[in-house]
Structures are given as C-alpha cells and as structure tokens.
C-alpha cells in the first residue's frame, strides 16, 4: 500500500521548507491550536523542555529589524552549529543544498554578498507574518533538545494540517543576545531555533525546491525481519 493512503502520511510528506510567504495574516486561534497539539509531544520524563515566544505585528517587526542591524554590522560570531570539518557524507548533502537554493535564487556561490542578504532573509522571517523563537534551559542536556525537535515537527505538521507552511531556522541561534534583549528572555535559557509560519507563496521558485532523501536501505539495517 502507497503510504500516502494513510492521512498523517500525506500531510508530512507535504511539509517543506518555506522562504517566500504571502503576506495574510495566520489568526490567533490557529497558532493556538497549533501550539496546543504540539505540546502532546512526548519528552523524556515528561519534562516539557519548550518555551515559546510568538511574534507578530509590531513585536515581530522591531525583533527583525534588531537582527537585521546587528546580522549587516557583522560583530557577531558566526554560530558553529556544525563540526568543522563537516564528515564528507553529510558536507556533500549540505553542498547539494547550498548547489540548489542559490541556484534557485540565482546567487552565484562566490557571491559573498548576495549570500549574506539572502541569509539577512532568515531575520524578516521570510516575509511570513508570525514568527516563533523557541528557547530551552540551557542546563538541559542533548536528550531534552531531541524531545524539543518532536515538538517542533509537531507544530510543522499541525500547520500543515492546517494549509499554512513553516521554516525551521537555527539562524535565531546566531544572535543570542539580541534576542534574549529583545524578547526578555530568562537568564537561563538559549535559543534553540525560530520558525517562520503563514502561507506559502505558491508561485515562488524559492519554494519549489525539493530537497531529496537517501532512501531507507541506505540508512536502516534489518535484522530477523520476514522478507
Ligand atoms: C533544525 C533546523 C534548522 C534549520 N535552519 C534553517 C535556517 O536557518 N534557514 C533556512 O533557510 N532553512 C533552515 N532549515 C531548513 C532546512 O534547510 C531544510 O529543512 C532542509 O534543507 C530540507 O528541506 P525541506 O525541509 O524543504 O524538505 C532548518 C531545518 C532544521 C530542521
């Protein structure tokens, strides 16, 4: 049986990365549910390691600009959020990226500059009209960012369920204090990654990029399984 038959696989399989959003407004009550959908993500003795902060409007305006700001006066470090150097089979599938969403936006790879703004893109949200900052303890340890990465799929299912799109984007991260700042964010907590959420713009090439997957044989081993 095509697994598309079954519903829940339908509507992952339509989540993708979205970079180019129309501007209509995604309403209070969604988010809400979205929200209250994900929180039933199972965490690791149920510690429910997410904290949230939801930004439209004027709020979500002043933190774009703030990062806009300090992503174009450059003082920032850039944020390690890969070992360097990258083990070759997952640095190919990050060029293979790269090959494809600059191809995309016409951006040549040696064009530091038309990289830089397109990355300065990540901080206006894309032009979606909410985005969402997730912050976690920072004392927690690896297995509490796992339960975190379930919630957040949560959330890009339970929107996709309900015609809007996301992007999941770790380069929130980068800016740690401008947020924490911005957003009054407690001592004790870092940036996990933001996400842009509202309505793909559907005629947008950005948004048509299929990013492939290695296929299961290639990644799963079978052991005393019937045929
Ligand atoms: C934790 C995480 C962080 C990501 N950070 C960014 C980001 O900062 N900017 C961005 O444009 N995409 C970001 N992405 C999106 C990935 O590039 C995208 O998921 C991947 O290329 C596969 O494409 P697809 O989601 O369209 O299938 C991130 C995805 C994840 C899961």
Redesign the pocket.
């Known amino acids: 049986m095509n697994s598309d038959t079954y519903l829940v696989d339908s509507v992952i399989r339509s989540?993708?990365?979205v970079?180019v959003f129309r501007p209509d407004a995604v309403s209070k009550q969604d988010v809400i549910d979205i929200l209250d959908v994900a929180r039933t993500a199972p965490s690791n003795s149920n510690t429910q390691p997410w904290r949230v902060h939801v930004l439209a409007g004027g709020a979500r305006q002043q933190l774009s600009d703030a990062l806009a700001r300090a992503h174009t006066d450059g003082a920032h470090p850039q944020l390690q959020h890969m070992p360097d150097p990258l083990p070759d089979s997952y640095r190919l599938r990050q060029e293979d990226?790269g090959a494809r969403?600059y191809g995309a936006l016409g951006i040549d790879k040696a064009d530091v500059d038309a990289r830089s703004q397109a990355t300065g893109r990540?901080f206006e949200f894309?032009g979606a009209p909410l985005g969402m900052i997730f912050t976690i303890d920072a004392q927690l340890k690896k297995y509490s960012w796992l339960d975190y990465?379930l919630f957040?799929q949560n959330i890009m299912i339970a929107a996709r369920s309900r015609g809007l799109d996301t992007?999941?984007?770790?380069?929130?991260a980068r800016y740690q204090e401008v947020i924490a700042k911005h957003l009054d964010i407690e001592a004790a907590h870092e940036v996990v990654?933001g996400m842009s959420l509202g309505y793909a713009d559907e005629d947008s090439v950005v948004n048509r990029?299929e990013?492939p997957r290695e296929p299961v044989v290639r990644f799963a081993r079978f052991a005393g399984l019937d045929a």
């Open positions: 989540r993708k990365a970079r990226f969403y990540n894309f990465g957040i992007c999941p984007q770790v380069s929130f990654c990029l990013l």
